[in-house]
């Protein structure tokens, strides 16, 4: 099975900053990721598939680039609504897996 | 706006089954090639990929899950039904359905949109 990390696994930022997510899995997986954002007490909400496309209806401050094994999600100005919890998951080898996630914070 | 709603049974005893139903609203469940799956997330934790079904009924299953898991479709209610046999207090955990799409091959598909999901506890 694919083993997918994420850092950091916790963040602490402002609105406005910059925020970068880093995904990582244990073999190349091409660009057969997708980002998701959950919020508490929510289902997880689609960002991104195929490690860069944006999903309709998706803040373009949001992107997303990488591919093999190293793959980043990008927030370009942090706003309100993005404090969340953030999950990667790899569409490429069976069993799909998703990544242990990253919680964004207000700092 | 294709919308999808979980239901079942929020308590279940160890050793028996949990059985969840979804139900699909705004789009038919068998009018495209999508492949329809169920997650689940223990409290404070992580996903997990329980299995997926195709439209025509072709299953997969995650392998750490395969014995113990049957999903089946119901095109005439246009619903997709989880079934996970011989529950433990491991299996305590939010059950989300969800749309997959992006291919005909299972691993390469996205998950989107999600129902808002079910907690499901195994307690005596």
């Known amino acids: 099975d694919i083993q997918l990390t994420q850092s950091p696994s916790f963040l602490s930022a402002s609105v406005g900053d910059r925020v970068t997510i880093t995904c990582r899995a244990s073999?190349?997986?091409?660009?057969?990721l997708a980002w998701y954002q959950q919020k508490p007490g929510k289902a997880p909400k689609l960002l991104i598939y195929?490690?860069?496309t944006l999903q309709s209806g998706v803040p373009s401050r949001f992107s997303g680039s990488g591919s093999g094994t190293e793959f980043t999600l990008t927030i370009s100005s942090l706003q309100p609504e993005d404090f969340a919890t953030y999950y990667c998951?790899?569409?490429?080898?069976?069993?799909?897996?998703f990544g242990p996630g990253t919680k964004v914070d207000i700092k | 706006q294709l919308q999808l709603q979980e239901s079942g049974p929020g308590l279940v005893k160890p050793s028996e089954t949990l059985s969840l139903t979804c139900t699909v609203s705004?789009?038919?469940?068998?009018?495209?090639?999508?492949?329809w799956g169920w997650i689940r997330q223990p409290p404070g934790k992580g996903l997990e990929w329980i299995g997926s079904?195709?439209?025509?009924?072709?299953?997969y299953y995650n392998p750490s899950l395969k014995s113990r898991v049957t999903i089946s479709v119901d095109t005439s209610k246009n619903q997709f039904s989880l079934k996970l046999s011989s529950v433990t207090a491991a299996d305590t955990a939010v059950y989300y359905c969800?749309?997959?799409?992006?291919?005909?091959?299972?691993?390469?598909?996205?998950?989107?949109?999600w129902g808002q999901g079910t907690l499901v506890t195994v307690s005596s």
């Open positions: 969800a749309r997959a799409l992006g291919s005909t091959v299972v691993t390469h598909n996205w998950f989107d949109p």
């Open positions: 705004g789009g038919s469940i068998s009018s495209s090639s999508y492949y």
């Open positions: 079904i195709y439209y025509s009924g072709s299953t």
């Open positions: 073999q190349g997986i091409s660009s057969y």
């Open positions: 195929a490690a860069s």
């Open positions: 998951q790899q569409l490429n080898s069976y069993p799909p897996s």
